[in-house]
């Protein structure tokens, strides 16, 4: 792709249809020798061939996109045309709607949508805050007495927390939580696991049989009608369908409960922790944000809201999506044959510098000016974009506000230690621990 040419413009004259440009082998064997990861392959691709890039890690080519327009048309415009397969983590959570397909995501997702938007979302703020305060409260204690807190660990209860109410009604309990540490467990262990489905079940299966004892009490509970201090939570939407929509058997109910707790908490969690480590480094964008407007006011939330955004700019939810070219198609231009692998990188296509500016420094302030981001729908997109949008989207941005809103004017966090470098999973998280201590603010 000619690098000259600005965001929008064609790769090549009108009318024309490319195969989609190659990295040469040597790329890839290079990388092959230095055991890198993914994501640095990938970036090298993005940089010697373009925004449309093939390269071959086996005997078939996979097509890399990262530019905007393409990006928009994969995910938005034509997604019944590059389509889900086997995800990563249906091992975990099965068929529920993050690795459903075809009609049956349809319905499920019908039936989750409402739950996300709007009115639905409302009925858990005051869930999300009661968990910001239990936070907040944990926070200020450590503050008193000098203990160290592990930050990740921190955001990960905290979002646990604010998902586990939202679905039953009830707070985390210790037991709880450590049962539900499976869930985490397992979700960073899929990478590694063995191809051979048996083989990958039977090496976590210790940490699913922990899983599915949690879940199959809190549906047996949600069925027997008790619900929790705040009244029933989602879970009751699920066993409620089950008595008119027979698809929605136990384990159904089971692979949504998993699913709205894996995606619903591991992926807030991460984001927070990023943003702490970012502000670490860029303690004036701390200062920005408190400095604009009063509290509870509008102004304040949104110059929050930005430090969120620009976090997961730099570390969106989803670094990855793979999709599958069901029949041919011209994407940008080039050729993509039926039977294609796809990865759309919301990662590299964030840290593009045709599309934002010095993009490797954190700058919240290009969500807070006017042209201060691309306005191309294909240029941000931490959650996805198009029919298959993270449900649980707005939720997260709620949740990830408003305890910010508790702990950003109490306390500066001071690292210890902090990692080396990110993992790349089926997200995108620091690599270690995180420990550190609270510190009151200098006004």
């Given amino acids: 792709m000619d690098t000259e040419a600005g965001p929008g413009s064609l790769p090549h004259p009108p009318g024309t249809v490319r195969p989609v440009p190659e990295a040469e082998p040597e790329l890839v064997e290079r990388w092959r020798s230095t055991g890198g990861e993914l994501i640095e392959l990938l970036a090298q691709v993005r940089e010697r061939v373009g925004g449309v890039a093939a390269f071959r890690i086996g005997p078939a080519r996979t097509v890399l996109v990262t530019e905007p327009r393409a990006v928009q048309h994969v995910l938005a415009r034509h997604p019944e045309q590059y389509v889900k397969r086997s995800?990563?983590?249906?091992?975990?959570?099965?068929?529920?709607v993050l690795s459903a397909e075809g009609e049956a995501w349809k319905r499920q997702r019908r039936l989750l949508q409402s739950q996300f938007t709007g009115t639905g979302m409302r009925r858990y703020d005051r869930r999300i805050t009661a968990a910001a305060r239990v936070t907040a409260e944990r926070w200020a204690g450590f503050a008193r007495t000098g203990q160290t807190l592990d930050v990740g660990r921190e955001m990960h209860r905290f979002a646990l927390d604010a998902i586990w109410r939202s679905l039953t009604g009830h707070p985390l309990d210790d037991e709880t939580?450590?049962?539900?540490?499976?869930?985490?467990?397992?979700?960073?262990?899929?990478?590694?696991?063995?191809?051979?489905?048996?083989?990958?079940?039977?090496?976590?299966?210790?940490?699913?049989?922990?899983?599915?004892?949690?879940?199959?009490?809190?549906?047996?509970?949600?069925?027997?009608?008790?619900?929790?201090?705040?009244?029933?939570?989602?879970?009751?939407?699920?066993?409620?369908?089950?008595?008119?929509?027979?698809?929605?058997?136990?384990?159904?109910?089971?692979?949504?409960?998993?699913?709205?707790?894996?995606?619903?908490h591991e992926t807030t969690a991460s984001t927070l922790t990023w943003l702490y480590l970012l502000l670490d480094r860029h303690p004036a964008a701390r200062e920005e944000a408190l400095a604009a407007g009063e509290e509870d006011s509008e102004e304040r939330?949104?110059?929050?809201?930005?430090?969120?955004?620009?976090?997961?700019?730099?570390?969106?939810?989803?670094?990855?999506?793979?999709?599958?070219?069901?029949?041919?198609?011209?994407?940008?231009?080039?050729?993509?044959?039926?039977?294609?692998?796809?990865?759309?990188?919301?990662?590299?296509?964030?840290?593009?510098?045709?599309?934002?500016?010095?993009?490797?420094?954190?700058?919240?302030?290009?969500?807070?000016?006017?042209?201060?981001?691309?306005?191309?729908?294909?240029?941000?997109?931490?959650?996805?974009?198009?029919?298959?949008?993270?449900?649980?989207?707005?939720?997260?941005?709620?949740?990830?506000?408003?305890?910010?809103?508790?702990?950003?004017?109490?306390?500066?966090?001071a690292f210890s230690a902090t990692p080396a470098k990110a993992t790349y999973g089926i997200t995108v998280r620091p690599d270690g621990p995180t420990p550190a201590t609270l510190r009151p603010p200098l006004v």
């Fill in 301 to 413: 939330r949104q110059a929050i809201q930005a430090l969120v955004h620009e976090t997961l700019r730099l570390y969106p939810s989803a670094w990855i999506l793979p999709r599958h070219a069901a029949e041919d198609d011209t994407l940008d231009g080039y050729r993509v044959e039926a039977g294609t692998d796809l990865l759309v990188c919301p990662y590299l296509t964030h840290r593009d510098p045709e599309l934002w500016p010095n993009p490797e420094h954190f700058d919240p302030r290009r969500f807070r000016t006017p042209d201060g981001r691309p306005t191309h729908t294909g240029a941000y997109f931490p959650f996805g974009i198009g029919p298959r949008t993270c449900l649980g989207m707005q939720f997260a941005l709620r949740e990830s506000t408003v305890l910010l809103e508790h702990l950003l004017p109490a306390h500066v966090v």
């Fill in 87 to 96: 995800h990563r983590a249906r091992l975990l959570v099965g068929d529920g």
């Fill in 177 to 264: 939580q450590r049962e539900l540490e499976a869930v985490e467990t397992v979700g960073a262990a899929l990478p590694a696991l063995p191809a051979d489905a048996e083989e990958a079940r039977a090496a976590v299966a210790a940490d699913l049989a922990r899983i599915d004892a949690v879940a199959r009490h809190t549906i047996e509970a949600a069925r027997g009608g008790k619900a929790g201090p705040d009244g029933p939570g989602l879970l009751h939407v699920l066993t409620e369908a089950a008595a008119e929509r027979p698809e929605y058997t136990d384990r159904l109910i089971r692979d949504e409960l998993v699913t709205l707790l894996a995606a619903g």
